[in-house]
């Protein structure tokens, strides 16, 4: 892990990088970097994508993308962290570097309201009814879209 | 047989056969189907009662509703229901169907079942024993004996209630009303 983490300094600059604990690496990334350290990694035996997720940083107005990669001979696991802009939430697909991110970008496109430019399909996954706030994002309020669509819940009498 | 039943045995004798008889559609929406297999399998051997598992729903009788109930679920959930034949009782399991449970404020889950379809009993708890599915259907035998249990019919009669609630949550709904909904409009004034 520690001559990966050089190596990840020498080619790519402004990069934070973090060994919390054996065989896991954090790196934070600018969004331009992130396609071609994907690339990199791949070709470093990295080819695994595990998942792709998303945090909220709702007073920071920016999402947080989540990449964690495996290597199976190696037993280690990256974690890529980028910031995007929140309010104009567009980022660029990675399918052709790894195929299976398919369903994790549609799945953030539905839950968070995130563009994947470049994405075939950006149909919805798992979502039955259509939201105007997606609704895992920070600003959806759960309760009173409850109210609306689902009628009002009674409230309980606590006795002891 | 008990000796006290003889008389409602000649009384009604397709009421009593149908009571002690349930072949149940048990729906898998959630954590409450773990509670099954003990039910139908030797431990406590539900078949005693004669509750067997129906392999469709056109063959059974009874229906439980194990868990929470996503709104992509309750799509299937009415469209089983409404292919079961008639008696038909429902059964919720667990206290997620009853009023969202933990999932009283989630966006994709429904917190009363009884709106969109008729339930005659419910088993409170999260999870209940597998007791209590074979102590539930005691209860619905006395239910029935009162004729009380009688979803069925509620559905068939409020079904312009129940089927606007379902269109309110699903939106537009695939398939025709299952009953007649002009008719209906002039029965309930």
């Known amino acids: 892990m520690d001559k990966l983490k050089q190596e990840l300094g020498l080619f790519f600059k402004d990069t934070q990088m973090d060994i919390p604990e054996a065989d896991r690496l954090l790196v934070s990334v600018k969004k331009e970097q992130i396609i071609s350290i994907l690339k990199f990694l791949k070709g470093k035996g990295y080819d695994h994508l595990v998942l792709i997720s998303c945090v909220d940083w709702f007073k920071e107005k920016e999402f947080e993308l989540v990449y964690i990669l495996t290597c199976y001979p190696e037993k280690g696991h990256i974690i890529l962290k980028t910031r995007i802009s929140r309010e104009n939430a567009e980022f660029k697909t990675v399918i052709p570097i790894f195929k299976n991110a398919e369903p994790y970008e549609r799945e953030l496109h539905e839950l968070f309201g995130i563009n994947f430019a470049g994405h075939p399909r950006l149909t919805p996954l798992f979502l039955e009814r259509e939201y105007k706030i997606p609704p895992f994002r920070k600003d959806f309020d759960t309760r009173k879209y409850v109210e609306e669509v689902f009628g009002p819940i009674p409230p309980v009498e606590e006795t002891e | ?189």
């Open chain 2, 1 to 189: 047989m008990d000796r006290k039943d003889v008389k409602k045995w000649v009384k009604e004798p397709g009421k009593m056969g149908h009571k002690y008889s349930f072949w149940v559609v048990y729906f898998c929406t959630g954590c409450g189907i773990i509670e099954v297999p003990p039910v139908i399998t030797s431990r406590w051997d539900a078949e005693r009662f004669g509750i067997i598992p129906a392999a469709t729903p056109r063959q059974a009788n009874l229906f439980l509703i194990t868990g929470y109930v996503s709104l992509k679920t309750l799509r299937p959930i009415i469209r089983t229901y409404e292919q079961m034949p008639e008696p038909k009782h429902t059964i919720g399991l667990g206290s997620c169907p009853i009023n969202g449970g933990m999932y009283w404020d989630s966006y994709n889950t429904i917190k009363h079942l009884d709106k969109y379809m008729p339930i005659d009993g419910w088993i409170a708890g999260c999870m209940p024993r597998p007791e209590a599915i074979i102590v539930a259907i005691t209860h619905l035998w006395t239910l029935i004996d009162k004729g009380m249990a009688k979803g069925y019919v509620r559905y068939r009669e409020q079904y312009k209630y129940y089927r606007a609630n379902q269109e309110k949550v699903l939106g537009r709904l695939e398939w025709p009303p299952l009953f007649p909904i002009k008719e209906l409009k002039a029965q309930n004034g």
